[in-house]
């Protein structure tokens, strides 16, 4: 079998294909991510590479132009090599982390005070503590088993009767008591069937126990290092103007290794499917994860030994996943997962880093598109416990919805697609360096005026700035209230192209990807088609429970894309509801958020099924009121204008403006 070497810049790794494989194979294979929102269907267009040296055949696409293709741009899902080679890929086939990072850092609560805003009635009384004991040596007067004797001090000295043992601390239980001198520190977790003793150190390392909680996304995998041992302080300590919480040590996020076989949970599920594909994305995610691990480790400078404890939450899919199970059956009617509360696991059985005494407790799910994500944004943001009605939102490709109460909680899956994202769309790109952001138009000239990720030259658009675009196009009545461009409008901005009519964002000399970044009538209707999903869901909510968006008393809006919606900009599209400003509140990252306070507070492990299984899952994909919905909300905003009386007015007053001007 031939093999070919594969030289990427400006990453300058070299890796082998196979006969027949094409280079977003070889990249997948090797861990080099780039861009690929269709898994290498050839349908997005996005995976665009530069060949600098070597031969590879290669099929046409309508995304490269031919003056494009002469200058070696092609697409890696359609290449194959045939020679060694030498490859660039371009910024904009690239994963930028750094301001993924700085994204996620800003739209995650951290504080541990913060935490006790959203949920009352708790205290630091984590699942997994340390106890230090000094035991009497055995003597011939004395010469019960070592697992009595220290069974029998922890009773005398903390009072815990009835604790079982884990097998591996058995194993090496002797020589740790004799080499610490009898002077050890237990780790013991409260289980259902009373208290389990899971570590013996040498020692006093009360000290030291900690705990990683983990988001993982479908895109993204966030993670924090907590305190267990010092976290009963909730004040922040001060410096300058700036506020450090005490009790995260460490945290990072990286992008899910995942993203190369596929931008949303459905073409992962199919990918699963393939011979090798589910224990190949299982072993990418734990390599995300232990990336994320390593790098949480040097930072805090902690030693791993210590680590006692994991927590992860992600939604239906990626929980199967991280856990070797089949998904199959999520996509399929009538969507049934393998199971949606999860018994505990070890982590090392899973490929995960830590010492073989630290299990993983995993968030409940509640159906195949309502995941622990979803529980733990509940859980985290305190919606359990409220007396007021509250929409719970997670804005995504598969957008979540909650509405309840501390007596009620329904909920809906609605599948957005990955506009929000950046997906189908033409320019759309993830939130990196130079990802357009925001977008202001003026409405005398026309002209736009943008801000872009990183303050550089524009590369794409992301969600945010895609959110913001279509609703400076509406306000400034450049499109109608169907998303179309209207034709009577003098500016060379909008043009025909492609059989439809756009808008000429940046042009090729003001972007560094050397052509002009547009938005296009297509792009216009995948975000209308995202935005009606959302809101439709959100409809039927509230009318199986018989109430209104008026009855609502607080709009909780989580994930990190969440936090960079501009409010109005989103209600000018109708993507969120025409209600006051003041009933909208970001929690950031809700997943972490509840992931984290289920880390400090061992009294939620129940609470969190509880919530799961109180949690009324409504289907959508079958429900012909949510078509109605739908339909009703393909408009801008709405065809009901009535649910948007601000919205309107608004629209109204700008327009008769623009007419006198």
Same mark, same amino acid.
């Given at each position: ?17 196979e006969d027949g494989e094409t280079v977003l194979e070889a990249a997948m294979k090797s861990g080099i991510h780039i ?14 590479? #530069? ?12 995304? !490269? ?25 371009? &910024? ?60 029998? +001090? ?31 520190? /237990?780790?013991? /977790? ?17 000290? #030291? ?33 700036? +506020? ?5 040590? %460490?945290?990072?996020?990286d992008y899910n290794a995942q993203i190369s076989y596929g931008e949303d949970v459905i073409s992962r599920i199919m ?7 589910? #224990?190949?994305?299982?072993?990418? /995610? ?19 030994? *210590? ?15 991280? &856990? ?42 509640? +159906? ?47 599948? %957005?697609?990955? %506009? ?48 913001? &675009? ?23 901005? !909008? ?5 439809? *009519?756009?808008?000429? /964002? ?56 969440? *936090? ?47 919530? %799961? ?6 289907? &959508? ?16 905003? *709405? ?23």
């Amino acid at each position: 079998m031939t093999k070919y070497k594969i030289k990427f810049l400006p990453i300058d790794r070299i890796c082998l294909s196979e006969d027949g494989e094409t280079v977003l194979e070889a990249a997948m294979k090797s861990g080099i991510h780039i861009n690929a929102s269709c898994g290498g269907n050839a349908s997005c267009g996005k995976c665009r590479i #530069k060949v600098l040296q070597g031969y590879a055949p290669s099929g046409v696409h309508p995304e !490269i132009s031919e003056s494009e293709y002469d200058s070696g741009i092609r697409l890696a899902c359609l290449t194959t090599p045939h020679s060694d080679m030498t490859i660039e890929v371009p &910024l904009e086939s690239q994963v930028d982390r750094l301001v993924l990072k700085k994204r996620n850092k800003a739209s995650s609560i951290l504080s541990v005070s913060d935490i006790g805003e959203f949920v009352a009635g708790w205290d630091v009384d984590p699942a997994v503590t340390k106890k230090y004991i000094e035991l009497e040596p055995p003597s011939l007067d004395d010469n019960i088993s070592d697992l009595v004797r220290l069974t029998r +001090a922890l009773k005398e000295k903390y009072g815990i009767n009835g604790i079982s043992v884990d097998f591996k601390v058995l194993e090496r239980l002797s020589v740790v008591l004799r080499d610490a001198g009898w002077k050890v520190t /237990v780790a013991i /977790v409260q289980i259902r069937e009373g208290y389990k003793l899971i570590d013996v150190e040498s020692g006093n390392t009360v000290e #030291k126990n900690y705990s990683i909680v983990i988001d993982i996304g479908t895109t993204t995998v966030c993670a924090q290092l907590l305190d267990l041992a010092n976290c009963s302080v909730f004040k922040l300590q001060t410096k300058g103007d700036t +506020a450090r919480d005490l009790c995260t040590l %460490a945290e990072s996020s990286d992008y899910n290794a995942q993203i190369s076989y596929g931008e949303d949970v459905i073409s992962r599920i199919m990918y699963s499917q393939k011979k090798g594909g589910l #224990k190949k994305l299982q072993q990418v /995610v734990i390599g995300t994860i232990n990336s994320l691990i390593k790098e949480l480790i040097e930072i805090s400078c902690v030693n791993a030994e *210590h680590i006692s404890q994991m927590v992860f939450a992600g939604n239906t899919t990626m929980t199967h996943i991280v &856990l070797g199970l089949d998904p199959k059956y999520i996509m399929l009617s009538p969507y049934t997962p393998v199971a949606t509360i999860f018994p505990t696991v070890r982590g090392e059985a899973l490929g995960i880093n830590v010492k073989n005494h630290v299990h993983i407790y995993f968030f409940p799910c509640v +159906a195949s598109y309502v995941g622990g994500d979803i529980v733990a944004g509940v859980l985290g943001s305190g919606v359990f416990q409220r007396d007021k009605t509250t929409l719970f939102m997670d804005i995504g490709t598969n957008g979540e919805i909650v509405l309840g109460n501390k007596d009620w909680l329904v909920c809906a899956s609605c599948s %957005a697609g990955p %506009a929000f994202e950046g997906g189908g769309i033409k320019f759309g790109m993830r939130a990196g360096r130079g990802a357009i952001e925001q977008i202001r138009i003026n409405p005398s000239t026309f002209e736009p005026m943008t801000l872009t990720i990183g303050r550089v030259k524009p590369m794409g658009i992301c969600g945010s700035g895609l959110i913001d &675009l279509v609703a400076e196009l509406i306000e400034v009545g450049l499109i109608d209230q169907n998303g179309k461009f209207k034709r009577d409008v003098r500016t060379n901005r !909008i043009r025909e192209g492609d059989g439809r *009519h756009e808008y000429v /964002v940046c042009f090729a000399s003001e972007t560094c990807i050397d052509r002009d970044i547009v938005i296009t009538e297509m792009d216009i209707d995948n975000l209308m088609r995202a935005k009606a999903a959302m809101y439709a869901g959100c409809k039927v909510l509230l009318d199986n429970v018989g109430l209104a968006f008026n009855d609502v008393d607080m709009v909780i809006i989580s994930g990190g894309f969440g *936090h960079y919606i501009d409010l109005e900009k989103a209600q000018t599209i109708g993507l969120l509801p025409g209600l006051p400003m003041n009933k909208f509140i970001f929690v950031g990252n809700g997943s972490l958020l509840g992931a984290r306070l289920l880390s400090f507070c061992k009294g939620f492990l129940n609470e969190t099924e509880k919530i %799961a299984k109180t949690m009324i899952n409504v289907e &959508l994909s079958n429900n012909n009121k949510f078509m109605d919905e739908y339909i009703a909300a393909m408009f801008l905003p *709405h065809t009901n204008q009535e649910e948007f009386p601000d919205v309107m007015e608004k629209l109204k007053n700008l327009l008769n403006a623009n007419r006198k001007k």
